[in-house]
């Protein structure tokens, strides 16, 4: 059974850019989450997307952005790229019943100068 | 909201030996999951255990057990029998039970990194 992808693996932008980074979780999995990860804030939680629609938003501002289709692939886009945006972006993927754990990916790396 | 404290930003363990990484939580709620995760070099998150926080026993899988202190918050990660493989950061988390609006979010504590000398 394939694990959780996330493409690209690294992304080098230029400030004022826009990304989008690729999640396919792991199949029949339907719920997808995602995660920024820097060494100064740590881990923490973008949105989670459930059934195409978010289901729940982290702290961040409008220009990070996601969304889910039906095949539960998800894409999270950054707009207007800063240099603070540069960190390690996770994606996990779950089933939907209670007692299951979130599987990762192994990220993507991206990189603001 | 939750908070997840990791107060040992570094550890180091002989190899073969036993070493302990604390974790503190806190939280309001009565009924929660929480997690050890590891992440090597490759930057993968690995899920190392679990415990229901209405479960009283710890858990344990092969040579990784938790201490679960529900009245103190407390989780902590035992290793026994440190390999070089253990060499990792692990961080802890926690979760709110699914019917809860925060779904399934994590909260991730600081996290620890893990030395093991061989």
């Known amino acids: 059974k394939a694990g959780v992808t996330q493409t690209p693996r690294y992304l080098i932008k230029t400030r004022g850019q826009q990304v989008t980074l690729s999640c396919s979780p792991i199949?029949?999995?339907?719920?997808v989450s995602w995660y920024q990860q820097t060494p100064g804030q740590g881990l923490q939680f973008l949105f989670e997307y459930f059934s195409e629609t978010q289901r729940n938003k982290g702290n961040f501002p409008g220009r990070f952005s996601g969304r889910q289709f039906s095949n539960s692939r998800s894409e999270m886009n950054v707009s207007t790229l800063e240099l603070g945006d540069s960190a390690l972006y996770l994606c996990?993927?779950?089933?939907?019943?209670?007692?299951?754990?979130?599987?990762f990916g192994q990220g993507t790396r991206l990189t603001v100068v | 909201a939750q908070t997840v404290t990791q107060s040992q930003p570094e550890m180091s363990v002989q190899e073969a030996e036993t070493v302990t990484l604390s974790c503190t939580y806190d939280?309001?709620?009565?009924?929660?999951?929480l997690f050890w995760y590891k992440q090597p070099p490759s930057r993968q998150m690995i899920l190392v255990i679990r415990?229901?926080?209405?479960?009283?026993q710890n858990a344990t899988e092969n040579r990784f057990s938790v201490n679960f202190q529900k009245a103190a918050k407390s989780f902590s990660l035992k290793i026994s029998d440190s390999q070089l493989g253990d060499a990792a950061m692990y961080f802890c988390?926690?979760?709110?039970?699914?019917?809860?609006?925060?779904?399934?979010?994590?909260?991730f504590g600081s996290g620890t990194q893990l030395t093991v000398l061989p």
């Open positions: 996990a993927s779950s089933l939907q019943t209670e007692n299951t754990e979130a599987f």
């Open positions: 988390a926690y979760r709110s039970v699914i019917s809860s609006g925060s779904a399934r979010q994590l909260t």
């Open positions: 939280t309001s709620e009565s009924d929660y999951y």
């Open positions: 415990q229901e926080a209405y479960k009283q």
């Open positions: 199949s029949g999995h339907r719920s």
